[in-house]
């Protein structure tokens, strides 16, 4: 049994480390079977490192990357870190605008793609994007292979004495431009153990990274597997019944990502009446998203597990994580504690800290907090005089120290002067058997300055909600008058979602906003 390795200060001291402790167990797995050990990652990377020297890589050098999750994404990204290279990766659902505009603002010098997957034409869009650049940057298909060379020619590893910036992540802008986040190896690194301690992981356990690993959750889960000892199986894309057949066959105990992975793998147990569509597991985890706490109920009593449900952001990869310490009503009333080395307090509209049990927005300081913005004048606005990151999330520190959270600052709903949170009204619609997902949102109103207006996927194989059975389900649960919505919208299909499938609220306000009512 391995022990826990928490002080390494780059991420490949730690792959060095984990390989030089438990060599020979598996590190990686793809739904193609290959397996790869901890100590032939690190070889494998070290090669390519060499090979990416050939190119021209080396410390510091700005490197964009944008590939589905699969072993050679992984490998490449260590790679890269042998170099101490500056690593921009972007998850593969992003086109042209944000693209070209992180190719230019980090400067690239190399792009890493395939040059077609999921129906897209990468290497035609890099050419678009770099098209009118004086200098445009080498292109790497990953298609054709990883290159390699000899590690006896590679430099010494870099340093983890200065803690440089070494990656880059941008935010999807909507009208604005991307914003770009930087973050060192320890601030990865210390988000990543602080899901591992929460999580109570283990040499034993199997995870699954089956989101983007381009996503600031990829490093922070291979901080866990590389900190802990324990292997992961990699899917590029998810489709639930592929997935659950992948994940028993391997024996996965850890599986989630977001709510709807939730949802989905519910909705695979349901069709195994005698079982278990991943016998395996012990838990699911995940964040990026609000977690019903009806949907954690639902979970629980039919796969047997809980949900672990956290709470992350690109700009702190962990803030608070569910424990499978927790009580069932901690796990399915908040977002957890807040985890080691993560300071958060909760501010109130003066500016002081809220007392426990008032809503107030979410601020922090901590080890895994991202160094600022590329932008300088976002960076400023981002810090209050205290130092501490303004996230424009709005929740309830617990008298139990839990963290529950009811929302964002520029989502709340302005109705005749009040504020109205839309977390509440979405727990309470979501329970409705009609509903399939939820977002309650703000439209524009003459009388109101805004309305509450609730925006409803039909559950599979239901009948469509009904005003009515709304308003009803609301003066049931209790909601005061002024939060039950005053329209109700059946979205036509699945809600428009991100690549994590958290609900996009905006497209949702930008569509419906001149939609005449009532």
């Known amino acids: 049994m391995s022990t826990m390795i928490e002080d390494a200060r780059t991420f490949w001291e730690l792959i060095e480390r984990r390989a030089a402790a438990t060599p020979e167990r598996t590190m990686l797995i793809d739904a193609a079977d290959r397996r790869l050990t901890f100590a032939e990652v690190r070889d494998w990377a070290e090669r390519v490192a060499a090979g990416l020297a050939e190119f021209g890589v080396g410390e510091q050098t700005p490197v964009t990357w944008q590939l589905p999750t699969r072993i050679e994404t992984v490998v490449l990204s260590f790679a890269l870190s042998r170099l101490g290279a500056q690593q921009n990766p972007i998850i593969h659902i992003y086109r042209d605008r944000e693209v070209g505009f992180c190719i230019r603002q980090t400067g690239a010098e190399l792009v890493v793609i395939p040059s077609t997957w999921g129906g897209h034409d990468f290497a035609a869009m890099i050419e678009r994007v770099t098209a009118d650049l004086d200098h445009p940057p080498r292109v790497l298909d990953i298609d054709a292979g990883l290159p390699e060379g000899d590690p006896a020619t590679l430099p010494p590893p870099p340093s983890g004495d200065d803690d440089p910036v070494r990656w880059l992540y941008y935010t999807s802008g909507t009208t604005a431009d991307p914003k770009g986040v930087r973050h060192t190896d320890r601030t990865l690194i210390a988000g990543g153990l602080g899901l591992a301690k929460a999580l109570d992981m283990t040499p034993d356990d199997v995870g699954s990274i089956a989101f983007p690993y381009a996503h600031i959750g990829g490093p922070d889960y291979i901080v866990t597997m590389l900190a802990s000892g324990f292997p992961a199986v990699l899917l590029e894309s998810f489709v639930p019944a592929e997935a659950v057949e992948v994940f028993a066959r391997h024996g996965v105990?850890?599986?989630?990502?977001?709510?709807?992975?939730?949802?989905?793998?519910?909705?695979?147990?349901?069709?195994?009446?005698?079982?278990?569509?991943?016998?395996?597991?012990?838990?699911?985890?995940?964040?990026?998203?609000?977690?019903?706490?009806?949907?954690?109920?639902?979970?629980?009593?039919?796969?047997?597990?809980?949900?672990?449900?956290?709470?992350?952001?690109?700009?702190?990869?962990?803030?608070?994580?569910?424990?499978?310490?927790?009580?069932?009503?901690?796990?399915?009333?908040?977002?957890?504690?807040?985890?080691?080395?993560?300071?958060?307090?909760?501010?109130?509209?003066?500016?002081?800290?809220?007392?426990?049990?008032?809503?107030?927005?979410?601020?922090?300081?901590?080890?895994?907090?991202?160094?600022?913005?590329?932008?300088?004048?976002?960076?400023?606005?981002?810090?209050?005089?205290?130092?501490?990151?303004?996230?424009?999330?709005?929740?309830?520190?617990?008298?139990?120290?839990?963290?529950?959270?009811?929302?964002?600052?520029?989502?709340?709903?302005?109705?005749?002067?009040?504020?109205?949170?839309?977390?509440?009204?979405?727990?309470?619609?979501?329970?409705?058997?009609?509903?399939?997902?939820?977002?309650?949102?703000?439209?524009?109103?003459?009388?109101?300055?805004?309305?509450?207006?609730?925006?409803?996927?039909?559950?599979?194989?239901?009948?469509?909600?009904?005003?009515?059975?709304?308003?009803?389900?609301?003066?049931?649960?209790?909601?005061?008058?002024?939060?039950?919505?005053?329209?109700?919208?059946?979205?036509?299909?699945?809600?428009?979602?991100?690549?994590?499938?958290?609900?996009?609220?905006?497209?949702?306000?930008?569509?419906?906003?001149?939609?005449?009512?009532?």
């Open 253 to 518: 105990t850890m599986a989630g990502g977001s709510t709807a992975f939730y949802q989905m793998l519910l909705a695979e147990d349901d069709k195994v009446p005698d079982g278990h569509a991943i016998p395996s597991l012990r838990l699911l985890s995940g964040g990026g998203a609000p977690k019903p706490p009806e949907l954690y109920f639902r979970v629980k009593e039919r796969m047997g597990v809980p949900i672990c449900h956290g709470y992350g952001m690109t700009e702190c990869p962990m803030i608070a994580q569910g424990s499978p310490r927790d009580s069932d009503e901690q796990l399915a009333y908040t977002e957890g504690a807040p985890v080691a080395g993560c300071e958060v307090t909760i501010v109130g509209l003066d500016g002081r800290p809220a007392p426990p049990g008032t809503e107030g927005e979410v601020r922090l300081r901590g080890t895994m907090l991202f160094k600022g913005y590329t932008d300088p004048d976002l960076t400023a606005a981002a810090f209050d005089e205290e130092g501490r990151f303004r996230t424009g999330d709005l929740a309830i520190m617990r008298p139990d120290g839990h963290i529950t959270l009811t929302g964002r600052v520029k989502d709340i709903i302005i109705r005749k002067g009040e504020n109205i949170s839309a977390k509440e009204i979405e727990d309470v619609l979501f329970a409705l058997p009609q509903v399939g997902a939820v977002a309650v949102i703000g439209l524009p109103d003459p009388e109101r300055g805004e309305r509450v207006c609730a925006v409803v996927e039909t559950a599979e194989g239901a009948e469509p909600l009904t005003f009515d059975e709304m308003v009803r389900a609301c003066e049931e649960a209790g909601l005061m008058r002024q939060k039950i919505p005053e329209q109700l919208i059946v979205h036509d299909g699945p809600l428009p979602r991100n690549a994590t499938f958290k609900i996009l609220k905006h497209v949702l306000r930008d569509r419906y906003a001149a939609v005449p009512w009532p």
